[in-house]
Each structure stands twice: as structure tokens, then as C-alpha cells.
Nanobody, 121 residues
Framework: QVQLVESGGDSVQTGGSLRLSCQLRGSIFRFPHMGWYRQGSGKGRELVAFISRDATTNYSASVKGRFTISREDDKDKSTAYLDMTSLKPEDTGVYYC?????????????WGQGTQVTVSS
């Protein structure tokens, strides 16, 4: 069974750091496109960062220079990491990772369960 499991959310103070992890299990598809969205209270979902199959990275303007996305690929799993530094209260929200995997001749998007990040001032 293919699944996406994420972890790492926590409560920190302004200026702190956190690392989120997102592991794609049960798929033989290598080097998947993976990323994170976040949703703050009363806000829409925002694309935070992604890493493409060729390891090209992209960040939203609000996190560029503070967040770093990376990915480790093993023969039976891929794990994406989101290293977040210099955290601000506006970074608070539920972070959802995703992975695009082959499905029925095309691609489908798997979602993680979400992890809460809270940054207090």
C-alpha cells in the first residue's frame, strides 16, 4: 500500500527552527515530485516549497531564504525534508506534504495527514 507519512510539527518561539519530514512508502517510483502546502487559521492553502523529480527546488516568496527543501531517495522509499529556520508567527499553520506518483497512465497526488506548526511571539 502506497502511503505518505509526515512528522515534525511542534510549537516553537519566534526565531526558532523545525524540520518536517514526509516519507513516501510502498512505491517503487523513484525521485518523485514532492512538496508542502500550509494553511493558517482563516487562510487559504499556500504552496510553501517543492522539489521536482530532477531535484530542482522552488519556494514561496514568504519563506525563501529561511526554508530549505531536500529529498533522500532509497530503493523502496523517498523522504522529503523541510528545514525551517528564523520562524515567524505568520508561519503558523497546518503543513501538508504531497507527492506526485504514477497512476493509470498519468499521475495522482498523495497527501500526508498534516502536521501542526505553531510559532509564538
Amino acid at each position: 500500500q502506497v502511503q505518505l507519512v509526515e512528522s515534525g510539527g511542534d510549537s516553537v518561539q519566534t526565531g526558532g527552527s523545525l524540520r518536517l519530514s514526509c516519507q513516501l512508502r510502498g512505491s517503487i517510483f523513484r525521485f518523485p515530485h514532492m512538496g508542502w502546502y500550509r494553511q493558517g487559521s482563516g487562510k487559504g492553502r499556500e504552496l510553501v516549497a517543492f522539489i521536482s523529480r530532477d531535484a530542482t527546488t522552488n519556494y514561496s516568496a514568504s519563506v525563501k531564504g529561511r526554508f530549505t527543501i531536500s529529498r533522500e531517495d532509497d530503493k523502496d522509499k523517498s523522504t522529503a525534508y523541510l528545514d525551517m529556520t528564523s520562524l515567524k508567527p505568520e508561519d503558523t499553520g497546518v503543513y501538508y506534504c504531497y507527492a506526485d506518483v504514477p497512476s493509470d497512465g498519468g499521475e495522482s497526488r498523495l497527501w500526508g495527514q498534516g502536521t501542526q506548526v505553531t510559532v509564538s511571539s
